[in-house]
């Protein structure tokens, strides 16, 4: 399953590397792409990992924009 999420506080290489290695941490995660200029992050992942994802995304200081 694909999931896309428009994250805040996406500027750098050094944000798109923690939001990989963050979520590459939850077990079935199988692969993130961040476009930093959209500030978009593409997770390719196992069905029903949303909220995990967004959790952790959460955490890390990069929360979703205008969830819902």
């Known amino acids: 399953m694909e ?6 506080n996406i500027k750098c ?10 979520l590459g941490r939850i077990g ?3 692969e993130v792409e961040v476009d930093i200029a959209a500030g978009r992050v ?3 992942a196992d069905e029903g990992l949303r909220d995990a994802i967004t959790a952790a995304l ?11």
């Open 42 to 44: 593409t997770i390719a």
């Open 28 to 30: 079935g995660v199988h």
């Open 3 to 8: 999931y896309r999420i428009d994250a805040e």
């Open 58 to 68: 959460q955490a890390s200081g990069y929360p979703e924009r205008n969830p819902g």
């Open 13 to 22: 290489e050094g944000c798109a590397s923690t939001i990989r290695d963050a």
